[in-house]
C-alpha cells in the first residue's frame, strides 16, 4: 500500500480534515451533518481505527462517542490509556453508511486516501484496527490473526468494541491481549 500515501497538497492533519469535510467522492457525504473531526491527540502514536461513523458520532462530528466509544474507552481508561492525550481515534470511512451497514467497497476505496494520509501525517507505532473492516482493508487481500502483532505493518487487529458490548464475557480476554502489546511497546507500564 505504500505507493498510496500520497497526501497531495496536504501540509498537515488539519488540511487532510479541511479535505474530508469538503469531499463528495462518494455519495455518502450526503448523510454529513457537520464536520468530522478525529478523536483524542494527533501526536499520540497510538492510533485506532474503526469503520465509520454511527448515528451519535454523525451528530457529533467524531469517531467513538456512542455505546461502543465508551465501551472501548472504559476499557483503555482501565489499562492506563488516557483517550485525550495518549491515543487517537478515526475510521476508515469518514462519512455515515445509511442503516448502519458496512461500508461498501468502493466507499472504502473512494475514502482510503484520508485515513493514509492521516498515517503519514501521525506516523504511528502502533496501528490497532478494530473489527473487520479496517482489519481486512489494512491486511490488503493477507491472511491475519486476531490479538497478533505484525511489526511489518505496525499492526494489531482486534474485535470491534461493539462486540464486547454484546458479549461482555469477552472484555478480559481483549483487556489482557491489548495489555501485553501495550507493554510490549512501552505504551503503558513504565
Ligand atoms: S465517505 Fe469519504 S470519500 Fe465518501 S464523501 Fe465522505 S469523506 Fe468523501
Not at 48 to 55: D, M, N, T, Y
Request: hydrophobic share 35%.
Amino acid at each position: 500500500m505504500t505507493s498510496l500515501f500520497d497526501v497531495g497538497s496536504s501540509k498537515n492533519i488539519k488540511d487532510v480534515y479541511e479535505e474530508i469535510n469538503s469531499c463528495e467522492k462518494c455519495h455518502l457525504f450526503e448523510n454529513r451533518i457537520r464536520d468530522y473531526h478525529w478523536r483524542g491527540n494527533h501526536l499520540s502514536k497510538l492510533m485506532f481505527i474503526g469503520e465509520a461513523l454511527g448515528s451519535m458520532e454523525v451528530k457529533l462530528g467524531l469517531p467513538f462517542v456512542g455505546r461502543s466509544g465508551k465501551k472501548l474507552d472504559s476499557i483503555l481508561t482501565d489499562l492506563e490509556i488516557d483517550v485525550v492525550r495518549n491515543a487517537f481515534f478515526t475510521n476508515i470511512v469518514k462519512d455515515r453508511p445509511p442503516n448502519n451497514r458496512n461500508p461498501f467497497y468502493d466507499e472504502i476505496l473512494a475514502c482510503q486516501s484520508f485515513l493514509l494520509k492521516e498515517i503519514h501525517f501521525i506516523k504511528p507505532k502502533l496501528i490497532v484496527t478494530l473489527g473487520r473492516v479496517p482489519s481486512n482493508w489494512w491486511a490488503n487481500g493477507k491472511q491475519y490473526e486476531w490479538f497478533t502483532y505484525y511489526p511489518e505493518k505496525r499492526w494489531f487487529p482486534v474485535w470491534h468494541p461493539s462486540y464486547l458490548c454484546r458479549f461482555p464475557n469477552k472484555i478480559e480476554k481483549w483487556q489482557s491481549e491489548m495489555k501485553r502489546i501495550l507493554t510490549e511497546l512501552k505504551f503503558i507500564g513504565e
